[in-house]
T-cell receptor
């Protein structure tokens, strides 16, 4: 069975500081993809960043980076220089062949950026 | 949420009533999904369709039916709504976007069952 675990229900960070949101996963697949989505209070789901299991380098997208540690099965999201607009729910997700190539999501982390 | 349109955005039903959530995409992707989102539980897959004419159950299919009418449209039907189906429903499509294959979501439909 595939499983995504986000152990931080809520996080606080000071504006302009960096923050790491944790995500661990469990899979027997060799090939899989890891994704992070942001859900602001308006409710839409926004894609942030993707990491393939065979990618040798950690993914980066602007202020977002993914700290991928394959042996530990973790895919933590790092947000640098936090902004007030980063306050939102963040979801980690995984997709792989043993799930029928379906996405499975974690329960999310609520991030609040403090001015 | 360009490319994925869900209707309605809000709906209030009484227990036992039926309704259909509509989803349409203009990105020509094969795979379409219905998720529900409940507080503290993340997103859970209800049904998905890998291509036109095919549908499969996800984690929480009970109480729902789906129709993949054509490549563009994927509808979710509640035949006899129950309070436990109060949730936010998201339609999503899988395919190329943002430089990689990703799941692109509609804006969501908030359903309340009284």
């Amino acid at each position: 069975a595939q499983k995504i675990t986000q152990t931080q229900p809520g996080m606080f960070v000071q504006e302009k500081e960096a923050v790491t949101l944790d995500c661990t996963y469990d899979t027997s697949d060799q090939s899989y993809g890891l994704f992070w989505y942001k859900q602001p209070s308006s409710g839409e789901m926004i894609f942030l960043i993707y990491q393939g299991s065979y990618d040798e380098q950690n993914a980066t997208e602007g202020r977002y980076s993914l700290n991928f540690q394959k042996a530990r099965k973790s895919a933590n999201l790092v947000i640098s220089a936090s902004q007030l607009g980063d306050s939102a729910m963040y979801f980690c997700a995984m997709r792989g062949p043993n799930t029928g190539n379906q996405f499975y999501f974690g329960t999310g982390t609520s991030l609040t950026v403090i001015p | 949420n360009a490319g994925v349109t869900q209707t309605p955005k809000f709906q209030v039903l009484k227990t036992g009533q039926s309704m259909t959530l509509q989803c349409a995409q203009d990105m020509n992707h094969n795979s379409m999904y219905w998720y529900r989102q409940d507080p503290g539980m993340g997103l859970r897959l209800i049904y998905y369709s890998a291509s036109e004419g095919t549908t499969d159950k996800g984690e929480v299919p009970n109480g729902y039916n789906v129709s993949r009418l054509n490549k563009r449209e994927f509808s979710l039907r509640l035949e006899s709504a129950a309070p436990s189906q109060t949730s936010v429903y998201f339609c999503a499509i899988w395919g190329a976007g943002y430089g990689a294959n990703v799941l692109t979501f509609g804006a969501g439909s908030r359903l309340t069952v009284l």
